[in-house]
C-alpha cells in the first residue's frame, strides 16, 4: 500500500529539522524521496479518474 504525499514528506522534513541532513540517513532519505514521487503520481492518478 502506497502511503500518502502528506505522510512521506513529514518524515523527509523530520529528516532535515537540524538544518542539514545527517550522512547516516541517506539513503533512507533517497528511498522516501521515490517513495514521496510515487505518492504524488498515485494521488495525482486518482483525482484524475474521480473528476
Do not use: C, H, K, T
Request: hydrophobic fraction near 45%.
Amino acid at each position: 500500500m502506497i502511503r500518502s504525499a502528506e505522510i512521506v514528506n513529514v518524515e523527509i522534513r523530520e529528516l532535515w529539522a537540524g538544518g542539514s541532513l545527517d550522512p547516516r540517513d541517506r539513503d533512507r532519505y533517497l528511498r522516501l524521496v521515490v517513495e514521496y514521487a510515487e505518492a504524488l503520481r498515485a494521488e495525482r492518478e486518482s483525482a484524475e479518474l474521480a473528476a
